[in-house]
């Protein structure tokens, strides 16, 4: 989600006039919120919405009010309490309609509303952001909820209501090539492709006359003499301590330091390598910062992220621009299922498990098992996914256990 900017680090300074007391409440509204800030950076969303919730009532603070509003939106969106968040949200636009940051407040409602997929009121908000520095952030964030629509009567009635949106033609296009044989959809399907210029592959399955052209920058960014890698790991730079003999992510370190290694191999070889590293963790708003950089958009090939959210949000720019993405350390097979540019540098374990029964039916051509594993969750996935994997290929599990 679009990154909230200056408002993670926005604090106002006053002046020392009033009575003691006055100012003794002050420090206490201030310290509560910087106190849900900070919770909120540590990713406790829960109690930072408590600490904000007492900063909203009508009698609040009016300059600390504003932003306890907007962080509680943000929090409550970030566990996935769209309709808390939006409750809060449509209030500090009522209280407060000349708020400086009220484009920020709308694209959140915005995204909340998508995201409860009421795609109008999410499409009406955003369209009132009058902010065109948040241009690329509504596209990016209308295409990740529209490509998801799987019906065709939602994307027609869209497209009835905001038929100037782009986004939403080529979804309905797309939609109505894979699905459709109706007559008017084919027709519906012609004028938005001549109206946008939206190229597709037709039914007979001949490919447009520029797939050749885009094919062909395709090879040539890999006979250009050099590459381009982006490393979207979990470093914490912020919390790097040089002291600590140990991190709990040495792991992203190591890897880098792998990565350097081989780049110095490949250029005694001739083959140059730019190694570019992006501190990735759990949070949206950084991974749109860097999808939304021209120049991430001459990427070559991308290790990561780790993190489920992130990693969807990268495999959708990914598969758009044709660039390889790899996830260098999970074994979870559902992963592949972002595109067919995304891969993993490990068997996933459903793999693994295939690969175990082939071996047993070599051995016997109706495998009986007695499957043992161990304390970690991977033992447990690895066995419970052999376990179906027998039993859908007619084998017989004599015992199961820890």
């Not at 009575?19 to 509204?29: G, S």
């Not at 306890?68 to 409550?76: K, P």
């Not at 690329?136 to 799987?150: A, P, R, T, Y």
Request: no cysteine.
């Amino acid at each position: 989600m679009h990154s909230p900017g200056k408002l993670l680090i926005f604090f106002l300074l006053f002046s020392v006039a009033g009575t003691r007391v006055e100012a003794q409440v002050f420090d206490q509204t201030e310290r509560k919120f910087k106190e849900g800030v900070s919770l909120y950076n540590l990713g406790r969303y829960d109690l930072a919405m408590s600490q904000f919730a007492d900063l909203t009532s009508r009698g609040a603070n009016t300059q600390f009010a504003p932003l306890a509003h907007y962080y509680y939106g943000l929090a409550a969106n970030k566990i996935k309490k769209y309709n808390e968040s939006n409750n809060m949200l449509l209030q500090l636009l009522s209280r407060y309609p000349g708020w400086e940051e009220k484009d920020e407040a709308l694209y959140l409602l915005g995204a909340n509303y998508l995201a409860l997929q009421d795609y109008k009121r999410g499409f009406d908000y955003l369209n009132q952001i009058g902010d065109p520095q948040l241009g690329k952030d509504i596209q990016g964030l209308k295409q990740f909820f529209i490509k998801e629509v799987d019906d065709l009567q939602t994307l027609k009635m869209l497209n009835t209501q905001y038929p100037n949106d782009r986004i939403v033609a080529q979804a309905l296009v797309k939609l109505i090539q894979e699905k459709s044989s109706n007559r008017a959809d084919l027709e519906l399907s012609d004028q938005l492709t001549n109206q946008f210029g939206i190229e597709v592959i037709d039914q007979s399955g001949a490919k447009p006359k520029e797939e050749t052209g885009s094919k062909q920058a395709y090879e040539k960014k890999w006979t250009k003499g050099y590459y381009n890698v982006a490393v979207l790991f979990p470093y914490r730079l912020s919390e790097f301590n040089p002291r600590r003999r140990s991190l709990s992510n040495q792991y992203a370190f190591d890897f880098y330091s792998g990565l350097q290694l081989a780049k110095q191999q490949l250029q005694t070889e001739g083959i140059l390598v730019n190694i570019q590293a992006y501190d990735v963790g759990n949070e949206e708003n950084s991974v749109l910062e860097i999808v939304n950089n021209k120049h991430f958009g001459q990427v070559d090939l991308i290790f990561g992220p780790l993190y489920m959210r992130p990693f969807e949000l990268v495999s959708s720019f990914a598969n758009l621009n044709n660039i390889v993405m790899v996830n260098p350390l999970a074994t979870d097979g559902t992963l592949l299922e972002n595109g067919k540019w995304v891969y993993l540098a490990h068997p996933s374990i459903q793999a693994q498990a295939q690969e175990v029964l082939e071996l047993a039916k070599g051995k016997n051509r109706l495998p009986v098992a007695a499957i043992y594993y161990g304390p970690t969750s991977k033992d447990s996935a690895m066995a419970f996914t052999y376990r179906d994997e027998l039993l859908k290929d007619g084998g017989k599990v004599l015992e199961m256990k820890q």
